[in-house]
């Protein structure tokens, strides 16, 4: 399967259109439906927010996969599993499920993937290491790395325009890489192209002050698709070494790494428990705009991509150095914020006795 230039500009752009007419229709059914995002101690926004955004990323989805994906035993697996997280989804936006039940249906959606679709992770590169996956071991190792990339993104989308902004990196750089290392590009690159502009499109609305939220209807759509194009660029030969998907995606499985540690110290399910300490949240303590908080995110973002652009074209030695260099900045900076432990107490303390004294 060839993608010329035309054919690229014309994918993102139809799907680009599709997602920027269909979300302020999706925005007006979830408002119909009180499909809605309340303000509590743990959300962000001040008023009810409407959600199902998902939905429109979806639609525009399912009008490039009819345009211009091919039909085949893989793309219907990744169909049927995007149909369950899609239902899940709406379903948890309208009366929030129990954890058990959304990680159930991350399972099955995963599941007919592996064994329908035969996509598989049978072996792994990274740093000059191959380390090779017989059955039925790369069958659960790539279940639980779908689940596992899906929950990273579910958690990322904490803030206006985060989760769609840094999906939309992804997508882009999965395609400029798959450029890079082949002529014949595979259903990867198709599947990248038609997400960047069904993201970009949504991102419209989402980006700060949003007029909609993702909602589990979305980013666990989008952590579907992400987690499915890296398993084909394995497939087509897009990516040579893991480490290429773990630079995109370091600062959503970075948060995750944090929130994991940080609420088994604090002898808290790990997996079941909401709470304001991620990266994002970090940000906006420091006294940055929401907007200002997601744009540092986005650069980081991109940073990391470009440097997996770069392994790709093959420096790689360079650009392990530089990541390591990078890695070791942005973890020593993570790591001076409350991200793991409360540093900033007595801080905080001397700065509410300030505000009251002033106010008296």
């Known amino acids: 399967m060839y993608v010329n230039g035309h054919d690229v500009f014309v994918i993102v752009f139809v799907t680009f259109l599709c997602s920027l007419v269909g979300t302020p229709i999706v925005e007006k059914i979830a408002r ?12 962000l926004n001040k008023v009810p927010m409407p959600t199902l955004g998902g939905l429109a990323i979806f639609f525009s989805f399912m009008v490039g996969y009819m345009l211009y994906a091919r039909s085949s035993v893989q793309m219907l697996s990744i169909l049927m599993g995007s149909f369950i997280l899609i239902f899940m989804g709406m379903i948890d936006d309208i009366n929030p499920l129990k954890t058990k039940y959304q990680l159930l249906c991350q399972i099955l959606a995963a ?53 769609s902004g840094v999906s939309s990196i992804y997508f882009l750089t999965i395609a400029i890489i798959a450029f890079i290392m082949n002529a014949q590009q595979g259903l990867d690159t198709i599947l990248a192209l038609i997400m960047l502009g069904s993201t970009l499109g949504f991102l419209v609305y989402n980006f700060p002050p949003a007029r909609i939220y993702l909602g589990d209807t979305g980013s666990n759509f989008l952590g579907f698709i992400i987690a499915v194009t890296t398993l084909l660029g394995y497939k087509t030969a897009t990516f040579t070494s ?41 940000l906006l303590k420091m006294q940055f705009s929401t907007r200002a908080s997601l744009l540092i995110i986005y650069a980081i973002d991109i940073l990391f991509a470009a440097l997996s652009i ?13 990541y390591i260099g990078l890695m070791i900045i942005f973890l020593f900076i993570v790591l001076k914020t409350d991200i793991l432990f409360k540093r900033h107490k007595k801080n905080n303390e001397k700065i509410n006795k300030k505000k009251k004294v002033l106010k008296n």
Do not use: E
């Open 32 to 43: 119909h439906i009180k499909a809605l995002d309340y303000p509590n101690k743990r959300r």
């Open 111 to 163: 599941g007919i993937v592996v064994f329908y679709g035969n996509i598989s992770l049978d072996y792994i590169s990274i740093l000059g290491i191959n380390i090779t996956f017989a059955s039925p071991w790369n069958y659960m190792i790539t279940i639980i790395l779908i689940v596992s990339i899906i929950n990273a993104i579910n958690l990322s989308d904490g803030l206006d325009g985060l989760c």
């Open 242 to 282: 893991l480490i290429i998907p773990l630079i995109i995606l370091a600062t959503p499985i970075i948060d995750v790494l944090f929130s994991i540690i940080r609420r088994v110290i604090k002898k808290q399910n790990p997996f079941n428990t909401a709470d304001k300490q991620h990266i994002h949240h970090q």
């Open 310 to 322: 770069f392994y790709a074209l093959g420096d790689t030695y360079y650009v392990i150095i530089i």
